[in-house]
């Protein structure tokens, strides 16, 4: 355990004025060759992702395994429930209702759907909450005092220092070079 | 200025989603304001006195009828679901209209269901919270209500899945879990939002808890949407299918005017009907109380009306269609069922619904009543009223009217019957009046995009 409090660089965070604009420089950024960037809005931009080179080409699935990971709740949920009825009625605790078969297969389907549509949403939500490694508490951004404006009217870029090619003189000169105001470093620090 | 688009409003002469000279930081300030700064009114404090009284009013009949049993209210047999069942019906078709508008109407790009969504989806939840009040009570030993639920007893005993009232409480609970997890998906940009608008630690500390740190990133957003479109793609069939079961509670059953295939059609029809005379109900009001006029305009309004009518004539079609197969068959039954709707002891019931649910309606063709916020308040508690009387038809008449005559009896509701009825609207509008106070009650984040969409087409 280091008794050292921790100050690291996080990155650099310049502010623009619209939609459009974060969009321009997204690409930007993305053509300058840096990796490690993301940029900040109040509301979902269409297009913004595939600015950003995200969700570009084939490639892009991987971004986003929300869809993939839905199918797979669903289809948990749906074998889960028809196989559990199967088991309740017909291993467990037979009954002879009316004489119809144990494994009524067409009055298993309710509830079978019902399990689906559970399992896919339950896994369409979690599944995007941890994708999205949310709950985050803390993130070092939320100590740029202006980010706040990210929840209402401001759009941001940030550069991470993970990045290979990032230079902290360089960044900020960059970020200014392509029109952004209000550039700062962003330092995660206890 | 370019030519206007052939469905612009302006050419259609509809009025606007969004009423123009709003951009991010007045529709932030306009919404969150309600929550955040604006100080408690006397308005609000007396109306949530009054339901908060109401909702004392549920707990004590609750209490009651756990001191005394089922035997305080008037089911006997042949009646054993009287009020429950019909309050039940009643409460969880009128949730059906909050997922119909977040849901289908997003999946039909439809942007006036923006600021409706919000407080419609949470009217779903309080909805399902007071029907699932009802079956939870109705069972005679409410504490062992969870043997309604499959679990490893130490009886060994397992429900048995041939039965449409075990298909309901997966579906009912499957539906209250999505629409709670829909609603709150929708909530967290606006409760980042709110975290970093308040003022105040607690505030901070509780909205920044359930924002859970989110801060728009881009890659968020990406994966945020495409799991939103995937719920409201997941929740269109489950709201079907919700009212499809419990239409199946009666239609499984072979008592003479329950035993029809059209039930599960016009029972969604009807709980979407109920639904949007509900959120109209609740709109005009809070409209006027927040002076949200800008954001739920009289476009709004004209189409929830217009979602009525049409919603309306499905039952219509409905109703016509179960007088008609019953004189097709022949059935002696339900050709008498038939009879003692029109001319039993609860005709009065009948006709009365006929008047609230196919006849009233028909103003709604007419624009001046469409509107007219005063004539749509009306006819949405009328239309209400008219809903839970169908319900009352259906339980109350077919049980009274079985096969045998021997069988056949009267049901009168009691005191208990009716305060436990008023009770659970204590906590329909109770929950509503803190949800009001305490988180946007029309989607901030959403209304953006339709700043964004607006200006754009301006350009």
């Given at each position: ?18 939609a459009?604009?974060l ?7 993305r ?10 809005a ?6 913004l992702?595939?600015a ?7 490639k ?13 709740g669903?289809?948990?949920g ?5 196989f ?61 005092p202006r ?5 209402n009217?401001?759009?941001f ?14 960044a900020?000169?960059?970020l200014?070079?392509?029109g952004a105001?209000?550039?700062?470093e ?5 | ?11 259609r002469r ?11 930081a ?11 700064t604006r100080?408690?009114?006397l308005?609000w404090?007396?109306g949530?006195?009054?339901s ?32 429950a069942?019909?309050?039940f ?5 009128i949730?059906h ?15 006036w269901?923006t ?22 009570i ?5 504490w062992?209500?969870?043997y309604m ?27 209250g ?7 709150f ?17 607690p ?6 808890m359930?924002?859970m ?7 968020h957003?990406h994966?945020y949407?495409s ?25 499984v059953g072979?008592?003479?005017g ?6 599960p ?9 109920s ?10 009001p809070?409209?006027?109380?927040y002076?949200?006029?800008d954001?739920i ?51 009065g019931?009948?006709?009365a ?8 309606p ?9 509107t ?14 008219g ?8 339980v ?6 079985d096969?045998?005559p ?15 009825f008023?009770g659970?609207m ?5 929950l ?5 106070r ?20 301006d350009e």
């Amino acid at each position: 355990m280091s008794t050292e409090p921790r100050n690291t660089l996080y990155g650099v965070i310049g502010e623009f004025d619209s939609a459009n604009a974060l969009m321009a420089a997204a690409r930007k950024i993305r053509e300058a060759g840096y990796q490690c960037f993301d940029a900040f809005a109040p509301y979902p931009i269409p297009g913004l992702s595939e600015a950003m080179g995200l969700h570009y080409g084939l490639k892009g699935w991987k971004h986003n395994l929300v869809p993939q990971l839905t199918l797979l709740g669903g289809i948990g949920g749906g074998l889960t429930g028809f196989f559990f009825q199967y088991w309740v009625n017909v291993i467990a605790y037979p009954l002879n209702i009316a004489g119809r078969p144990l494994n009524s297969w067409p009055a298993f389907i309710p509830v079978t759907f019902e399990l689906t549509v559970l399992g896919a949403s339950s896994f369409a939500v979690l599944g995007m909450l941890a994708l999205n490694k949310l709950p985050q508490p803390h993130c070092p951004l939320f100590t740029v005092p202006r980010f706040k404006r990210a929840s209402n009217d401001g759009f941001f870029v940030c550069i991470e220092a993970k990045d290979a090619k990032f230079n902290l003189a360089e960044a900020t000169k960059f970020l200014e070079g392509i029109g952004a105001k209000f550039v700062t470093e962003v330092r995660d620090e206890d | 200025m370019s030519e206007k688009p052939v469905n612009s409003p302006e050419i259609r002469r509809l009025p606007r989603v969004l009423e123009p000279g709003y951009n991010y930081a007045s529709v932030t300030d306009k919404i969150a304001s309600i929550v955040l700064t604006r100080p408690v009114s006397l308005g609000w404090l007396a109306g949530f006195s009054i339901s908060f009284t109401i909702l004392m009013v549920l707990l004590g009949s609750i209490a009651w009828l756990i001191i005394k049993g089922v035997g305080i209210w008037g089911i006997n047999i042949p009646i054993g679901w009287g009020f429950a069942i019909v309050n039940f019906v009643w409460w969880i078709g009128i949730g059906h209209a909050g997922t119909l508008i977040s849901a289908i109407l997003f999946l039909l790009n439809q942007q006036w269901r923006t600021s409706i969504n919000r407080f419609a989806e949470a009217m779903t939840l309080f909805a399902v919270a007071c029907a699932a009040v009802f079956p939870g009570i109705h069972v005679g030993r409410p504490w062992m209500a969870f043997y309604m639920f499959p679990y490893p007893s130490t009886m060994g005993v397992w429900p048995q899945f041939r039965s449409p009232l075990i298909w309901d409480v997966f579906a009912v609970s499957t539906y209250g879990t999505v629409s709670a997890l829909f609603w709150f998906v929708g909530l967290i940009p606006d409760l980042a939002t709110l975290r970093d608008r308040a003022t105040n630690k607690p505030a901070q500390i509780i909205y920044g808890m359930l924002a859970m740190g989110w801060r728009g990133s881009a890659r968020h957003w990406h994966r945020y949407q495409s799991a939103y479109l995937l719920l409201a793609g997941l929740a269109t069939p489950l709201v079907l299918s919700v009212h499809t079961v419990v239409s199946f509670d009666f239609a499984v059953g072979i008592v003479p005017g329950w035993h029809t295939t059209i039930f599960p059609p016009y029972f969604v029809a009807g709980a979407i009907y109920s639904g949007f005379a509900m959120v109209l109900t609740i709109a005009i009001p809070l409209r006027k109380a927040y002076g949200l006029e800008d954001f739920i305009t009289m476009r709004h309004l004209e189409n929830m009306a217009k979602v009525m009518l049409a919603t309306g004539l499905i039952v219509a079609y409905g109703y016509f269609m179960e007088f008609f197969l019953a004189l097709y068959s022949g059935n002696k039954f339900d050709v008498f069922l038939v009879q003692q709707r029109l001319h039993g002891p609860y005709s009065g019931y009948y006709f009365a619904l006929i008047l609230c649910n196919i006849l009233t309606p028909q103003l709604l063709w007419i624009q001046k009543v469409r509107t007219n916020v005063a004539a749509l308040f009306v006819m949405s508690l009328v239309i209400n009223l008219g809903m839970w009387l169908e319900r009352f038809v259906i339980v109350v008449i077919s049980l009274t009217r079985d096969f045998v005559p021997g069988a056949w009896g009267r049901y009168q509701a009691t005191f208990w019957d009716y305060s436990t009825f008023i009770g659970t609207m204590g906590l329909f509008v109770s929950l509503l009046f803190l949800f009001v106070r305490g988180l946007p009650a029309i989607s901030i984040a959403e209304m953006r995009e339709l700043v964004a969409h607006k200006s754009e087409g301006d350009e």
